[in-house]
Structure formats: C-alpha cells, structure tokens
C-alpha cells in the first residue's frame, strides 16, 4: 500500500509542466495530443507536493521551491473580471473557454493547504513567508460569493461559470466538490458580513 501511494504521487509530477501548471490529460502512448493545463489539476499538485515532502520523496526545500514555482504560474492565469481563474490554459496561462468556479476553488484550496503546510515546516525560510504572500493575493482577488445564490427554486445554488464580466452562468445544487465551493463562499460572505455578493449583487435572483 505505501509503495501505492508512493507511485501515485509520483504519477502527479509526470503532469507537471515546466512553468509549474500541470497538465489535465496525459497521453499514455508518448503523443503530445494532451497539452492544456487545468486550474484543478495545479491545485491537485500542490497537494501531492506536500504529501511527497512529507513522505520524503522530495525534500521540503525542493517541494517548497516546487509549490512556490506553481502559486506564481497560477497567478497569471487569466480570469474574469471577478477574478474567477480559466479552467484550461496554455502553459503560461493564457487560453480561452470557461472561467470555472469549482476549479478556481480547488486551485486556491490546494494554494492554501501547501501555504500551511510549508508555513509549519519551514516558519523561518523567507520563501515560505513570500509563499503566504502570494497565496493570500491568489485568493482575495476572487469575489467567491459570486458563486453563490441564497435561493434557487427553493434551495442554495451556485452557479457552474462566469462569464469574462463577471456573470455567472449556468446554476447547479450544492454536491460533490461543490461543497468546496460553497465554503469559500461561506468564508467570503462571513468576511463580508452581509447578504450581497462583492459587486453588490442580489444573491436571490441569477443573472
């Protein structure tokens, strides 16, 4: 079992691309038919770094130097106005299509994680202060309860995309990873102390 989990979170680093982004597919057959990267997926490999450093299969200063390459590739990824992150980009980031809320949650989640967890194990290194930095800036600049609607027939939804203005698009019920979503939400909406999205927004009403 832990040579299990060992390959597993070397299997992470093959998705990784030179910037710090990592890959959303991988092709099996050695083609380069598979080379947009995915917000999520930089998330997911933050977190595989902390468990490969805890692990030993890298070093906490190389995991570290690893998660702070990949917080600043993430940081020029492109975004709607609100600050919601493109979910498929080239690897620098630029690209087209949707700005996904779920993926941009699973980004910053795993932003956050490897911020603490380096935090704890190198609280003197000025990288990991710097680290702190960087992920604090990646997700204040995302208006998360513009993701959220109080009542949608009846019932809290969130809505799936935004458009590059800052409407959302598309509205799902809250399940599955969505629950991560909503707590970011839930965090804004505390910070915020009111009912209102950050533009000012009726959270009752889509649109």
């Known amino acids: 079992m832990q040579s299990l989990l060992d390959e597993s979170l070397r299997f992470f680093s093959q998705y990784r691309l030179p910037t710090g982004l990592?890959?959303?597919k991988l092709s099996t057959d050695g083609s380069t038919a598979h080379t947009l990267a995915s917000t999520s997926a930089a998330g997911f490999g933050l977190i595989s770094l902390c468990i490969s450093a805890e692990r030993g299969i890298l070093s906490v200063q190389d995991a570290l130097a690893q998660a702070t390459t990949t917080i600043v590739a993430a940081s020029n990824i492109s975004g709607a106005s609100n600050g919601f992150l493109?979910?498929?980009t080239d690897m620098h980031g630029r690209g087209s299509g949707e700005y996904?809320?779920?993926d941009t949650a699973i980004l910053c989640l795993g932003a956050i994680l490897a911020s603490k967890y380096f935090s704890a194990k190198e609280p003197a290194l000025t990288t990991t202060h710097a680290l702190a930095l960087q992920v604090r800036s990646l997700t204040d600049r995302v208006s998360w309860s513009d993701a959220l609607l109080d009542?949608?027939?009846?019932?809290?939804?969130m809505y799936l995309t935004m458009s590059a203005n800052g409407n959302g698009q598309g509205v799902t019920r809250l399940f599955n990873e969505y629950y991560l979503l909503a707590y970011m939400g839930a965090v804004a909406e505390a910070s915020n102390g009111n009912g209102m999205n950050a533009n000012g927004k009726d959270k009752k009403h889509p649109g």
């Open 22 to 24: 990592y890959l959303d």
């Open 86 to 88: 493109l979910h498929w």
């Open 100 to 102: 996904s809320t779920i």
């Open 151 to 157: 009542d949608y027939n009846g019932a809290p939804g």
